[in-house]
């Protein structure tokens, strides 16, 4: 059974930085594709960034060159590194394996204000 669990998030002024963390256990996560997601009350999920297994990645416009998304595919673990925090970036976040259909965490809440 996968088991998908997101840690790392918590308050950060604007302009900081934070790294999440996903592990993600019993996924077999080399073949899988990888992803974060975020949501505001109100609004849809949203996609931040995606590796694929072929180490391909892609970003959503609003974080490009700000954020990095990175895999340990030995430990099963996945990372989303947050950098030049804005307020506008606060959100709770999920972690998300083999796409639409696969394995998500139950998210962990970024907050980005002075």
Known sequence: ????SES???LVQPGGSLRLSCAASGSLLHIHSVAWY???????RELVAR????????YSVSVQGRFTISRDNYNDMIYLQMNSL??????VYYCN???DS?????GTQVTVSS
Do not use: H, I, N
């Open 8 to 10: 790392g998030g918590g």
């Open 86 to 91: 804005k307020p506008e970036d606060t959100a």
């Open 97 to 99: 394996v083999a796409g």
């Open 51 to 58: 590796d694929l297994p072929d180490g391909s990645t892609e």
């Open 102 to 106: 696969g394995y998500w965490g139950k």
């Open 1 to 4: 059974q996968v088991r998908v």
């Open 38 to 44: 975020r949501q505001v009350p109100g609004s849809q």
